[in-house]
């Protein structure tokens, strides 16, 4: 396989293997409907992205008729349009795959690590608690915020990546996020599983953290998920998992996207990356530890697959040695 395409064939089977582990695993296969209904919303987000970021492209390169160009290029590049839809069509399996393996292990792996991370925290800010130098961030719609920018930012980068020109930095940059979504997630969640300060009273570990957040949207979003957890059950967009810090995670790979796609705007994506980091601690969804674990990881993991790309398309390209004749 060409190095162009090389991030394909293992984010396939990555995808698959962790939808397979979670279909086998499930007590009951229909509590991983839910999770499966995102998937309609993140194509038509998706697409509409792609939609407006085409006609806002033209409005502003002088092109006369936005839209009627916009309807030419979906006309004419209809095998790009479709390889792009292809790669997020996977991308989105991928995530909804992550959303079933972190519920199934919330039930499988006790959460034994938030004291540990409490304390890795305290002692890494000097004795002060992190949420406490963050809490001027915990206003009203602060979660509303946390959520959609990353979503947003996310998507974007995925939509860069998916119709750049193929090459190894573009394979590099999509094997990562397959990567990071079905391996090192879960691995590290296994390994040093944790709650999150926000669960930090109700998973029995005292009141430290009583006071982390006081956001109406953010205690309905920890009372979902408390009330999935607590019943066993499987939802959408459910499971409780702090260590490492997806959001940050995802939200370093989107930098590292902007950073090969788009360096200009790749501000953007370094705002989006403080504003989500910031918040995972005010908000009480992560420990500091968790955000700089995230993207230690998210980061390495982008340099690991370049390397082994690198590596692979270094021994395809080798001449195969000349076998010299023997004398007879």
């Not at 499966?36 to 407006?52: E, G």
């Not at 390169?61 to 006309?75: F, I």
């Not at 998210?298 to 340099?303: H, K, L, P, S």
């Amino acid at each position: 396989m060409k190095h162009s395409d090389a991030w394909l064939l293992p984010s396939t089977i990555l995808t698959i293997i962790a939808a397979s582990a979670a279909l086998l695993l499930v007590p009951n296969p229909a509590g991983l409907v839910p999770a499966l209904m995102i998937l309609p919303a993140w194509m038509a987000f998706a697409a509409l992205m792609a939609c407006l970021y085409g006609f806002a492209r033209a409005a502003t390169t002088g092109v006369q008729a936005p839209l009627t160009e916009l309807r030419r290029y979906l006309t004419e590049q209809r095998r790009h349009v479709g390889l792009t839809a292809g790669i997020m069509l996977l991308a989105g399996l991928n995530m909804v795959s992550f959303m079933w393996v972190k519920t199934l292990l919330n039930y499988k792996v006790d959460f034994w690590a938030d004291p540990y991370l409490a304390r890795a925290d305290n002692a890494l800010f000097l004795g002060r608690e992190p949420w406490e130098m963050f809490h001027a961030l915990d206003f009203k719609g602060a979660g509303l915020i946390y959520h959609p920018v990353w979503f947003v930012l996310l998507i974007f980068a995925l939509l860069m990546a998916a119709a750049a020109k193929p090459g190894r930095e573009r394979s590099a940059v999509l094997l990562s996020y397959f990567v990071l979504w079905t391996v090192v997630g879960p691995l590290v969640h296994t390994l040093l599983p944790a709650a999150g300060p926000i669960f930090y009273e109700r998973m029995g570990y005292g009141a430290r953290f009583s006071a982390v957040s006081s956001s109406a949207d953010v205690k309905e979003v920890g009372d979902y998920l408390w009330n999935i957890y607590a019943s066993q059950r499987f939802g959408a967009a459910s499971g409780i998992s702090a260590m490492p810090s997806m959001h940050v995670a995802m939200s370093t790979w989107t930098l590292i996207a902007f950073r090969q796609f788009a360096p200009r705007f790749a501000w953007v994506a370094g705002a989006g990356w403080a504003v989500i980091t910031a918040l995972s601690i005010a908000l009480g969804w992560h420990y500091a530890c968790d955000g700089i674990a995230g993207s230690l990881l998210a980061v390495g993991t982008y340099r690991a697959c370049r390397w082994a790309l690198r590596r692979s398309t270094a021994a395809s390209a080798s001449p195969a040695p000349v076998l010299s004749p023997q004398l007879t």
